[in-house]
């Protein structure tokens, strides 16, 4: 619960801005109601850090992803904003600028941005390449600056459109952090040079990372979007809650793997699940927001079309501590990656027969996502490779995400620093993702190694704006308060170089 030297703390901190000020004070607000049915498990587990509510705060008042349908906004204009549908790319500009500060999310701003690209292209016509990109500049800026929270996610392709080439462009004269990028590849639908300028595009600013479209498309009766770190959420929808298992603490508490996967682990997963639950429940019948925000009432936004992320952080970390008389390492020895199959195949049967409230999109269920971890875990992402653990050859660990990434239907993913080889040959890196996607894996980011830019657990921060936030100046972009510990706690500046041959 807060206290009053919580608030007060906030107040006079001289770390944080204006706005990052107004959202902590929102939460500690919250985090002074207890509304929720919490089970008893829930709260044992919770005092030992091995499940955790996110920091989504003690009174869900709304979702924690939207998934806005701004397809839908621009056939229709919005009657609560007083839009009309855009009849040209400047009023299609301005609408979306109002559009996204009524979004709301975990963060207080949008986390998903839409298919920026394919709502761009209809207003291209008759436009020169030049003034196209002068009034994209003017909407990415926008998004950089006001939104400044790299959560922010806009997505691109399966197709190649003029829009998302101009948008690469930009981002690669600009070095944005927001908004974070994704491509939707099918190696089908996407012309190899449309693919190969996202990669080229990605070495020198981190953006945009690549989906594999062909896993994800068949997720949902109808079409996807990437929001945030890399959650694949139904449009016209999103995510209620994402609340996860932190697996190494959980392991902390085990005498042995016998009590860990007999006793703790199905304890653990069914508080989980009861506590979303309990989460969920309060969000749609008391919070009010599928009854009364426009969104919902303007159907930009179903309720139907929402589902709970269950997620899971530190599988590696869980491994190594379990077999650490042993010896034997995650990504590196088979009894230790089989131990991870078996907790992740435990799971995921959890998962599948648990009855989840308000589920309709997913069956009834929830659905499991492997998640990147906060700011002050010391836990690494999802089912990621410790960094120092990383397999020596390129392929051996993507063949490794691949047996791990089938587990997870609303994201997950890898990071992989390059050096300037891959600049130099864009070609033979598309052949590594087209080989990697084929085989399992579904979400691949790349960045250079000596870039400013660089990917975090999955969103974007500059490290002279790390170095900034250390020194004890305040930044503008929200995420350099969340990247800083993760990247120092996590070694992130360790990760393993590749090269491409």
């Not at 392929?395 to 239907?409: I, N, T």
Request: aromatic share 10%; glycine share 6%; hydrophobic share 40%.
């Amino acid at each position: 619960m807060t206290n009053v030297n919580d608030i007060y703390n906030t107040i006079t901190s001289t770390h944080l801005n204006y706005h990052q000020k107004l959202n902590q004070l929102c939460v500690q607000a919250e985090n002074m109601l207890d509304v929720l049915d919490i089970p008893e498990d829930f709260k044992y587990f919770y005092e030992h850090g091995a499940l955790c509510d996110m920091n989504e705060g003690h009174a869900p008042y709304r979702p924690r992803y939207v998934m806005v349908d701004y397809e839908k906004f621009v056939r229709n204009g919005s009657a609560f904003l007083r839009i009309d549908p855009p009849k040209n790319l400047d009023d299609l500009i301005t609408a979306l600028e109002i559009l996204y500060y009524h979004v709301p999310s975990i963060t207080t701003k949008p986390v998903y941005l839409g298919n920026i690209d394919k709502l761009i292209e209809p207003f291209l016509e008759g436009m020169s390449d030049a003034e196209a990109k002068a009034k994209i500049t003017r909407l990415l800026v926008y998004c950089d600056r006001t939104i400044a929270n790299a959560y922010s996610h806009a997505n691109l392709g399966p197709e190649a459109t003029r829009a998302g080439r101009l948008i690469m462009e930009i981002e690669n004269e600009l070095q944005l952090e927001v908004p974070n990028l994704s491509l939707k590849y099918d190696p089908d639908i996407t012309p190899d040079e449309f693919a190969e300028q996202a990669i080229l595009t990605s070495l020198k600013c981190a953006n945009p990372a690549i989906c594999n479209h062909r896993a994800h498309k068949d997720t949902y009766t109808f079409d996807y979007g990437v929001s945030s770190c890399y959650n694949v959420l139904p449009l016209r929808g999103g995510a209620y809650t994402l609340s996860r298992i932190v697996l190494p603490r959980l392991a902390e508490m085990a005498g042995s793997v016998e009590e860990f996967m007999s006793d703790l682990l199905p304890r653990a997963c069914q508080a989980l699940g009861e506590y979303m639950n309990a989460r969920v429940s309060f969000l749609v019948e008391k919070s009010g927001f599928f009854q009364s925000d426009f969104l919902a009432v303007e159907g930009l936004v179903e309720r139907e079309r929402f589902v709970g992320m269950y997620g899971i952080a530190g599988l590696g970390d869980c491994v190594d501590h379990l077999l650490r008389d042993q010896g034997a390492q995650y990504g590196r020895d088979r009894a230790a990656d089989d131990l991870a199959d078996a907790i992740m195949s435990y799971i995921e049967s959890f998962v599948a027969s648990f009855p989840a409230k308000y589920s309709e999109i997913s069956g009834g269920h929830f659905l499991l996502h492997a998640q990147a971890g906060l700011a002050t875990d010391g836990v690494t992402s999802g089912v990621r490779i410790k960094v120092g653990n990383e397999p020596e050859n390129l392929l051996d660990h993507l063949r490794h995400s691949a047996r791990f990434h089938r587990f997870f239907p609303t994201g997950c993913s890898d990071i992989f620093p390059f050096d300037q080889t891959a600049e130099r040959n864009p070609a033979a890196l598309l052949d590594i993702v087209k080989g990697a996607f084929s085989i399992g894996d579904k979400y691949c980011a790349f960045y250079g190694a000596d870039g400013d830019l660089v990917r975090i657990t999955g969103y974007l921060v500059k490290r002279s704006d790390l170095e900034k936030y250390e020194r004890g100046e305040v930044v503008l972009q929200d995420n350099v308060i969340n990247g800083s510990s993760n990247y120092r706690m996590n070694r992130l500046a360790d990760r393993k170089v590749r090269s491409v041959g």
